[in-house]
């Protein structure tokens, strides 16, 4: 982005900041950390069972987000009321049996979870594959890269296996697949994906947690029960047999006994010129579901902007109220509360929305989104961007709100996706008036941009970034704040013990909530609106919903 253009954007952002300080200043009642420790408490006890999608703790949590919005004077947004429903089918394996022939040698049993963890491929009473397993790298197909894993095999009817995370960029090409950072290609997601326009029969990914950024356990807590789904699309082609993931010990045994070394293939998969390896191992896989089609909801609520021609334009705000629900114990405790994971991020946005609507209306409207399903695949915000209850097109941008800090007062942020479109900058600009930055991800190699629902937003085409803590905490030495997110992943991400504790400190979730509402107020009144970057995936799309129809 050119300097006069950053230029033309923090002048359009300077007056409507200044108001929305007098606005504070005339006696608006300020965000406070006793709201959202409220809101946080409730969200994240035991009475609401984890707040699973479609049972009777994730009712209790959108039933309170409704009434918080209607306490507030935030308008129903969804034709009257605040619910949108999503359909949710939810599928649980009641048993696996899995047998692995490695070249007529004696079989190898895959001891579930500890070495394996399988799911289904689609909401079928029964998950089966019968196939060769096929080593195919890093499973991309990505042209801009001028990269093929693929080389043309057919795969169909195959199980693959397949390696976590991007191709690794040499020193000759330090921007390859992102250098550090991950790119979609290295998303589970996009892998199950690759493989299903294959016609592949199943996949396993290994699982090593430097490389997927998160402990086995997390896997185990993760998918070794009920997994939701959207209703598939019919124009998808066929689902997988199964889904699943494999340790990287356990992988190592089973290639060794078809007299291949799981190291070298690794080398081997970081070359353009790698060519999928046929293992000679044999995989049978089948296990039984049972199947409910199921119902959940995102909340919406809407502030509508001043009369003008921009009230029918939307700055979004959003934040996933769902977390695990009960799940496999751990130390004797089966609640999965999510406190962090994503409490927080709604007690945080019920703070904002709040503070909007006591505010004077901006030009533009406002529309409050939280999103379910996150834990399952963004599921609840993907549903959302393809059935908007306003046109997306009018949608100037998406701030999105997961994980916030409960650990006290930052001088950094860290924004996914701050570097695709001039919302970074724009929010850059605003803060560094208050001496705060916006800081790189520790972690890029996690592919954190990928994993919030604010990519559902970006794969519509609306500018979206997701707010959050930096690392370097107000009277913290430097390096306590990667400690401490590396604690959390370590032990408490998407596990039980990811719970309300009274020694949380919630002056940074104040901190960013003020934020977030002071930079929602200025797009909401800016007259210009946010633009993907020139070599943004997104712009595309963009570009395309907002052409006039001719």
Do not use: C
């Amino acid at each position: 982005m050119s300097l006069r253009r950053l230029l033309l954007l923090a002048g359009a952002l300077a007056a409507p900041i200044a108001a929305g300080a007098q606005t504070t200043a005339r006696g608006k009642s300020p965000i406070t950390t006793h709201e959202i420790d409220g809101d946080l408490r409730f969200l994240s006890s035991d009475l609401l069972e984890g707040r699973a999608p479609a049972t009777r703790g994730g009712q209790l949590a959108t039933e309170y987000i409704a009434t918080q919005l209607r306490a507030a004077g935030i308008e129903p947004g969804v034709n009257g009321s605040y619910f949108q429903p999503v359909p949710i089918d939810v599928v649980k394996a009641e048993s696996t049996y899995m047998q692995v022939r490695a070249s007529g040698k004696a079989n190898m049993s895959l001891r579930y979870p500890n070495d394996v963890v399988v799911w289904a491929g689609s909401a079928t009473p029964k998950s089966q594959a019968h196939g060769e397993l096929v080593f195919v790298g890093y499973g991309a197909t990505a042209p801009e890269y001028k990269w093929d894993d693929f080389k043309g095999v057919d795969v169909r009817g195959k199980v693959l296996l397949v390696l976590v995370n991007d191709p690794p960029a040499p020193a000759s090409e330090p921007k390859l697949f992102g250098g550090k950072a991950m790119t979609y290609y290295g998303r589970w997601t996009y892998k199950f994906e690759e493989a299903e326009r294959r016609g592949a029969a199943g996949m396993l990914i290994i699982h090593t947690t430097k490389e997927a950024s998160y402990p086995w356990h997390t896997v185990v807590g993760s998918w070794a029960t009920e997994q939701r789904m959207l209703p598939r699309d019919p124009k998808l082609p066929p689902p997988l047999g199964f889904r699943g993931w494999i340790t990287d010990s356990a992988a190592a045994v089973l290639l060794r006994q078809a007299g291949l070394d799981l190291a070298a293939l690794r080398r081997q998969a970081a070359s353009r010129d790698f060519h999928p390896v046929s293992t000679g191992i044999t995989m049978d896989v089948s296990f039984s579901n049972s199947v409910s089609h199921l119902q959940s909801r995102n909340v919406v609520g809407v502030i509508p902007g001043k009369a003008g021609k921009l009230r029918d334009e939307y700055v979004a705000y959003s934040a996933h109220w769902d977390h695990f629900g009960i799940g496999p114990k751990v130390n004797g405790d089966s609640i999965y509360n999510g406190a962090v994971d994503n409490a927080s991020g709604v007690a945080t946005l019920l703070a904002v929305a709040r503070a909007a609507a006591a505010a004077p209306r901006p030009r533009r409207s406002q529309i409050f989104i939280f999103v379910t399903a996150e834990e399952a695949g963004l599921l609840g915000s993907a549903y959302y961007a393809a059935h908007p209850t306003v046109p997306a097109q009018n949608i100037v941008a998406d701030l999105n709100l997961d994980v916030i800090t409960l650990l006290g007062r930052v001088r950094d942020l860290t924004v996914l996706g701050d570097n695709k479109s001039t919302l970074g900058p724009m929010l850059g600009h605003m803060i560094a008036a208050d001496g705060l930055r916006i800081s790189p991800d520790a972690h890029p190699e996690a592919g954190h941009f990928y994993r919030s629902d604010h990519f559902s937003f970006a794969k519509a085409g609306i500018p979206a970034i997701s707010i959050g803590a930096g690392t370097d905490y107000v009277g913290r030495p430097k390096s306590w704040g990667i400690e401490q997110e590396d604690d959390y992943t370590a032990h408490r991400y998407h596990q039980p013990s990811d719970e309300y504790r009274p020694d949380f400190d919630l002056s940074g979730a104040a901190q960013i909530a003020t934020i977030v509402h002071k930079f929602g107020t200025a797009l909401a009144n800016s007259p210009v609106k946010p633009t993907w970057n020139a070599d943004a995936e997104f712009k595309a799309i963009r570009e395309k919903s907002e052409k006039p129809v001719s």
